[in-house]
């Protein structure tokens, strides 16, 4: 492809996510984090910062990059997930911020991390990318009877027009889930839609069991074991304080979280003001 012509899919891809973001947003889809049928967490309670085995980094509940927990192994539960979980990670965000990892420690069988631009070319005939454009085939009604695999891009959502026009994505298929309203704790400007990527992970398994079997009884929602862990952390620590949450109204005040003990949230980095590091996907 040219340099103009590359340019100019850019600006145009640029474009209509610029639109898409300041468009009016539909109804979202809330959900309540409370009736998650999730493992315990007791094994994550009480845990400090210890040095990882195989990196000898300082880290508090799993290592992020040698992808190790540090909780009770007997305890950490494993989902088996129906297709590959394939995850594309653009560098500039720290590993540290990405909730993507959570789906790697929970099923570390069916999913892959991946760093853009070096990841794979998966197979269109076989892989589709979970991205909201117009057109992109709601999970409701995809076929799904050759889908072998799922791509998701982990990044910030201004970052989207960088990694969209990337050759090797642009020619999967596209599919898209219902909107939901995200329950992450990061501040971000392009709405309540735009979820981390754990979030739409989680999403995408449950319409996908969906589609494929009509009903949904928990199999996936410890996808969000950690995800739910940390905001129970985060809430409780700023209500029991009394402290006010004000980059994300209403947020401390969400009927649907999850609870959990309170602990110190040092390790749940719940800075507020920093950007969200989650998946392009509002699902309209």
């Given at each position: 492809m040219a340099e103009p012509e590359r340019a100019a899919k850019k600006r145009k891809?640029?474009?209509?996510?610029?639109?898409?973001?300041?468009?009016?947003?539909?109804?979202?889809?809330?959900?309540?984090?409370?009736?998650?049928?999730?493992?315990?967490?007791?094994?994550?309670?009480?845990?400090?910062?210890?040095?990882?085995?195989?990196?000898?980094?300082?880290?508090?509940?799993?290592?992020?990059?040698?992808?190790?927990?540090?909780?009770?192994?007997?305890?950490?539960?494993?989902?088996?997930?129906?297709?590959?979980?394939?995850?594309?990670h653009y560098p500039t965000e720290?590993?540290?911020?990405?909730?993507?990892?959570?789906?790697?420690?929970?099923?570390?069988?069916?999913?892959?991390?991946?760093?853009?631009?070096?990841?794979?070319?998966?197979?269109?005939?076989?892989?589709?990318?979970?991205?909201?454009?117009?057109?992109?085939?709601?999970?409701?009604?995809?076929?799904?009877?050759?889908?072998?695999?799922?791509?998701?891009?982990?990044?910030?959502?201004?970052?989207?027009?960088?990694?969209?026009?990337?050759?090797?994505?642009?020619?999967?298929?596209?599919?898209?889930?219902?909107?939901?309203?995200?329950?992450?704790?990061?501040y971000q400007q392009e709405g309540a839609d735009c979820l981390s990527t754990i979030e739409a992970i989680y999403h995408f398994y449950r319409e996908f069991h969906m589609r494929a079997h009509g009903k949904y009884d928990g199999e996936y929602d410890n996808l969000l074991w950690y995800f739910s862990f940390f905001h129970g952390l985060i809430q409780n620590h700023y209500k029991s304080n009394q402290m006010d949450f004000p980059r994300i109204k209403g947020w401390l005040g969400d009927p649907n979280s999850h609870s959990a003990p309170s602990s110190s949230t040092s390790s749940a980095e719940p800075a507020p003001s920093t950007p969200s590091t989650s998946t392009p996907n509002d699902a309209q």
């Open positions: 891809l640029n474009e209509a996510f610029q639109a898409k973001v300041k468009q009016v947003k539909a109804p979202l889809t809330e959900l309540n984090m409370g009736d998650l049928k999730l493992a315990s967490h007791d094994s994550l309670q009480g845990l400090e910062r210890q040095l990882c085995p195989k990196c000898n980094r300082k880290r508090k509940y799993f290592c992020y990059d040698c992808f190790l927990a540090f909780s009770d192994p007997a305890a950490l539960p494993k989902v088996e997930l129906p297709i590959h979980c394939e995850v594309v720290t590993s540290a911020k990405s909730t993507a990892i959570h789906a790697k420690m929970m099923a570390p069988e069916t999913t892959s991390i991946h760093e853009f631009p070096d990841h794979p070319a998966f197979d269109p005939a076989e892989t589709v990318l979970l991205f909201p454009s117009d057109d992109a085939t709601p999970i409701s009604e995809l076929d799904i009877s050759k889908v072998k695999r799922v791509v998701f891009i982990d990044s910030q959502w201004n970052r989207v027009n960088r990694i969209l026009p990337d050759e090797k994505l642009a020619r999967l298929p596209k599919v898209k889930i219902t909107s939901y309203k995200t329950h992450f704790w990061r």
